[in-house]
């Protein structure tokens, strides 16, 4: 027997320091239009990654405030990163509420050389929930709503393959309950793509590859 236990959560959002945002931007039509403006020049092969917590304490380096480039884009939202291929040649660019920024060249990045071999299987593949078993063997499934996610969408041609990854569903075990998806979760190849991914954007951001073209 399967029982499903829903915890609610009631949170808050907290930032130190002043925090400027346009609220009538929306991440999601930023998003989808520069999408069709890829498509428009005909690139047919793109990644669209979403890294983002729902409720959390978020504190900035006081430096990004002194320098003025300080942007809370993620209040309410958090940036998206797209990846793309173009006549050969990698890019990916940062879509954010407060800013427009270059498309830079990724070449280097091993993520499109895991994905086409093994497209397929990645379509197939299910993030299976947090699960555990009981002494009786009853399986009960746990959800919560406060949790991180990783999201991947691939646009490749027609085909549309998307996957979401609740971070919640990657633990090994929460309060002595062990999850019994654990090793299934972690070994599937959409999870290598994910922290392939997560490296690269955090990487690129340490690194500061995004160049700001112009505010919004």
């Given at each position: 027997m399967?029982?499903t236990?829903?915890?609610?959560f009631v949170?808050?959002?907290?930032?130190?320091?002043n925090a400027?945002?346009?609220k009538e931007i929306d991440?999601?039509?930023?998003?989808s239009?520069f999408?069709k403006?890829?498509?428009?020049?005909?690139i047919d092969?793109i990644?669209?990654?979403?890294n983002?917590?729902v409720?959390?304490?978020k504190?900035?380096?006081?430096?990004?405030f002194e320098?003025?480039?300080?942007?809370?884009e993620?209040?309410p939202?958090d940036?998206?990163?797209?990846f793309?291929i173009?006549?050969?040649?990698?890019?990916f660019?940062?879509?954010?509420?407060?800013a427009?920024?270059v498309?830079?060249l990724?070449d280097?990045n091993?993520?499109?050389?895991?994905y086409?071999p093994?497209?397929d299987?990645?379509e197939?593949?299910e993030?299976?929930?947090?699960?555990?078993?009981t002494?009786?063997?009853?399986?009960?499934?746990i959800?919560?709503d406060h949790?991180?996610h990783?999201?991947?969408?691939?646009?490749i041609g027609?085909?549309i393959?998307?996957?979401?990854f609740d971070?919640f569903?990657?633990k090994?075990?929460?309060?002595?309950?062990?999850?019994?998806n654990?090793?299934?979760n972690i070994?599937?190849i959409?999870?290598?793509?994910?922290?392939?991914?997560?490296k690269t954007?955090?990487?690129a951001?340490k690194?500061?590859?995004?160049?700001?073209?112009?505010?919004?």
């Open positions: 399967t029982k236990i829903l915890f609610l949170f808050y959002l907290s930032s130190i320091g400027q945002t346009n991440i999601d039509k930023l998003t239009d999408i403006n890829l498509q428009s020049r005909k092969t990644c669209v990654y979403e983002y917590c409720g959390s304490v504190i900035y380096d006081a430096s990004q320098n003025n480039i300080f942007c809370a993620d209040f939202n940036p998206v990163y797209i793309w173009e006549k050969g040649r990698k890019y660019t940062k879509i954010s509420i407060c427009e920024y498309e830079s990724n280097d091993i993520f499109w050389h895991m086409f093994n497209n299987i990645i197939k593949e993030i299976k929930p947090f699960q555990y078993k002494s009786s063997k009853e399986i009960y499934t959800i919560i949790s991180c990783q999201n991947l969408k691939f646009l027609n085909q393959i998307e996957k979401r971070f569903n990657l090994k075990e929460e309060n002595v309950k062990v999850n019994i654990y090793n299934h070994h599937l959409s999870k290598e793509l994910i922290d392939i991914l997560k954007t955090s990487e951001e690194n500061n590859i995004f160049k700001k073209i112009k505010s919004r």
